[in-house]
């Protein structure tokens, strides 16, 4: 089956692709296969070694290929594939592109890629160019053009590169959809974590302060932007047409590295081109408009989703909880706690996942102990032979939000039109969970 298909096409699989639908657990998918799933990771550092461990906890793969620069995080990733019972990996390191020569030599379904930014498109398209799939940590690309590179190779190679670990399906989604909150008309969210610490720590991400230094706009969008595009509907019958971006001062960097390390460090005077605070407004073609906040460099908790409708707003955030207020429903001009309605509306892909129950996963983001969700929906996707639930053209669209921003910032906020990529086809893609209700019904 072909890897480009649209949501109705590849939600609408009968027979052994809908036995393996929400509700059937990964070892029974598993026992689909006539070969394992075959990957590759490129960067098993903090991420990515999550990202492994939860794979060797998993039937039905096996890790054939590791690629990383530290040998110590290599040959760590080598001795935990051994514990596992899975074959020994090869591995390769040799230098920065090595990559490339995993991607051209290894029979691989899928390359799980976690290293620092810069190298995540060239790691995809010499994945895709090399008859592998891929699926990478965000952001998927740096600049508009290995946005259009990313599209161009999926759709001449008929490989995919994906943010594979986002969903489209969940209780907001089909909140939603059930027309809890009436028609969408705003939302805002965005990726607000004090990253300080992780920035100057040498062991950690050291490479996100060069980010700061050099550049200047909506750096890091994914994490809000996967989450709400199947709300607004992004690239399933609406798209966004136009960005608007603004940043604020930089001084925060520069009062941190002062403070901990003193007036004379070199980042305490050195100049940031990143403001502490950007805000990036975004209009749809059916008129929604999306606010989508940066601000990795001050002090505070993280951050706040808000979704506005003509029926109702839907507010939640770390620490604080969920809240809802419905027109005619709720207590007059008074929030309400939402956590009867996220229960009501559980979606069923969430409700019928029975996740495997594991030893607590290592690396940055483990401690869990079921296998993600996200990653059965990889998992089900590579068996089934599709594309991710979280497409091609999401993914670029999510991720190019960076660049657009910047660009914006550049010229004293001016509009920036955003590209369509899916070339018009926006229009015929059914919203997600349109397409998901008619490949049930």
């Known amino acids: 089956m072909a890897d480009r298909v649209d949501r109705r096409g590849f939600l609408g699989i009968s027979g052994a692709a809908m036995a393996a639908a929400p509700g059937t657990t990964q070892s029974a998918a598993a026992q689909r296969l006539t070969r394992p799933v075959r990957l590759g990771f490129v960067g098993v550092g903090d ?24 040998p110590a995080v290599l040959h760590r990733a080598k001795t935990w594939i051994e514990e596992s019972g899975k074959p020994p990996p090869r591995l390769y390191g040799k230098t920065r592109t090595d990559f490339e020569r995993m991607c051209e030599q290894e029979d691989l ?90 920035k100057f720590d040498p062991e950690r991400e050291p490479w996100r302060l060069q980010h700061s230094v050099d550049r200047n706009g909506n750096l890091y969008p994914d994490h ?27 001084v925060m960097l520069n009062r941190y590295a002062d403070l901990f390390y003193g007036p004379d460090h070199p980042y305490a005077t050195k100049e940031m081109k990143q403001g502490d605070y950007n805000c990036t407004l975004l209009r749809t073609v059916g008129g929604k408009l999306y606010t989508l906040n940066f601000d990795t460099n001050t002090p505070h908790p993280r951050e706040f989703t808000r979704i506005q409708g003509t029926k109702g707003v839907l507010y939640y955030s770390r620490g604080i909880g969920q809240f809802i207020y419905v027109d005619g429903v709720s207590p007059d001009h008074q929030w309400e706690p939402a956590e009867q309605h996220m229960e009501e509306y559980r979606h069923p892909v969430e409700k019928e996942y029975t996740p495997r129950p594991r030893e607590a996963i290592r690396g940055h983001g483990g401690g869990q102990r079921t296998t993600p969700l996200s990653w059965h ?65």
């Open 109 to 198: 379904d899928c390359i799980i890629c976690s290293t620092s930014w810069k190298w995540h498109a060239p790691i995809l398209l010499a994945a895709m160019r090399n008859g592998k799939n891929a699926v990478s940590e965000v952001p998927l690309i740096q600049t508009l053009d290995e946005a259009w590179e990313i599209v161009e190779t999926h759709e001449q190679t008929g490989k995919w590169a994906t943010l594979g670990f986002k969903g489209v399906h969940s209780t907001l989604t089909n909140m939603v959809h059930q027309g809890v909150l009436g028609d969408i008309i705003h939302a805002e969210s965005g990726y607000v974590h004090d990253l300080r610490l992780v």
């Open 47 to 70: 991420r990515g070694s999550y990202h492994l461990d939860i794979a060797l906890g998993m039937d039905g793969i096996e890790v054939p290929a590791v690629c990383d620069i530290n």
């Open 224 to 250: 809000p932007t996967c989450r709400l595009m199947p709300v607004m509907d992004i690239n399933h019958s609406d798209r966004f047409e136009l960005l608007v971006s603004m940043s604020s001062k930089a």
């Open 377 to 441: 929906r990889l998992f089900e996707a590579l068996v089934e032979q599709r594309v991710t639930d979280f497409d091609v053209y999401d993914s670029v669209t999510s991720s190019v939000i960076s660049p657009l921003s910047e660009r914006s910032v550049a010229n004293r906020s001016e509009p920036v039109e955003f590209p369509d990529f899916t070339k018009g086809k926006w229009k015929e893609r059914l919203p997600v969970e349109v397409a998901y209700d008619r490949a049930l019904g």
